[in-house]
T-cell receptor
Framework: GAVVSQHPSWVICKSGTSVKIECRSL??????MFWYRQFPKQSLMLMAT?????????EQGVEKDKFLINHASLTLSTLTVTSAHPEDSSFYIC????????????FGPGTRLLVL | AQSVTQPDIHITVSEGASLELRCNYS??????LFWYVQSPGQGLQLLLK??????LVQGIKGFEAEFKRSQSSFNLRKPSVHWSDAAEYFC??????????FGAGTTVTVRA
């Protein structure tokens, strides 16, 4: 149980295009999902908290117009990197909190984005 | 704000030897504590967690961790490591707002 998937697992795009990353909780309902960014050899940085049916809450320094988050259902959250630039290249990881299981977050396998 | 410190950036251990990864946190109350493992290019897998109760918690893959309130520590241990334990290990803290703060991570290398 408690499986979280991400799609795509990796993506290469041209500078200026937008990229959408999906995060799904496969066997539980996720009232809250989180989006993290991880640079090589570094820890995870929380970008935003996504609550089903409401606007995402962004961490300080994260541009909400650059990283659009939508949490349309209890099993799906999407992160759209708009007008991507090479500095947006990174490993993006989502996690989901099981509303019934409380405090534990379950992580997706991550999406590697390379912007050329 | 809470912070998480993993003092060891890199640890090399022989296969079959014991392993201990250190984690210290800074927070006024007792937070929820987690250890996650990440293999290269992968997401994070939960090894174990501490919310309350018995301060020695058992996790998957033979790992255990001990919460010591007096030392604000939550060190991870494994009595005998396997080559497959080579990975990046992250300690994380949830200060009751469901947001996780991660330590910088410890890379574990297992030598034959």
């Amino acid at each position: 149980g408690a499986v979280v998937s991400q799609h795509p697992s990796w993506v290469i795009c041209k500078s200026g295009t937008s990229v959408k990353i999906e995060c799904r909780s496969l066997d539980f309902q996720a009232t809250t999902m989180f989006w993290y960014r991880q640079f090589p050899k570094q820890s995870l940085m929380l970008m935003a908290t996504s609550n089903e049916g409401s606007k995402a809450t962004y961490e300080q320094g994260v541009e909400k117009d650059k990283f659009l988050i939508n949490h349309a259902s209890l099993t799906l959250s999407t992160l759209t990197v708009t007008s991507a630039h090479p500095e947006d290249s990174s490993f993006y990881i989502c996690s989901a909190r099981d509303g019934l299981a409380g405090e534990t977050q379950y992580f997706g396998p991550g999406t590697r984005l390379l912007v050329l | 704000a809470q912070s998480v410190t993993q003092p060891d950036i890199h640890i090399t251990v022989s296969e079959g030897a014991s392993l201990e990864l250190r984690c210290n946190y800074s927070y006024g109350a007792t937070p929820y504590l987690f250890w996650y493992v990440q293999s290269p290019g992968q997401g994070l897998q939960l090894l174990l967690k501490y919310f309350s109760g018995d301060t020695l918690v058992q996790g998957i893959k033979g790992f255990e961790a001990e919460f010591k309130r007096s030392q604000s520590s939550f060190n991870l241990r494994k009595p005998s490591v396997h080559w497959s334990d080579a990975a990046e290990y992250f300690c994380a803290v949830d200060s009751n707002d469901y947001k996780l703060s991660f330590g910088a991570g410890t890379t574990v290398t297992v030598r034959a």
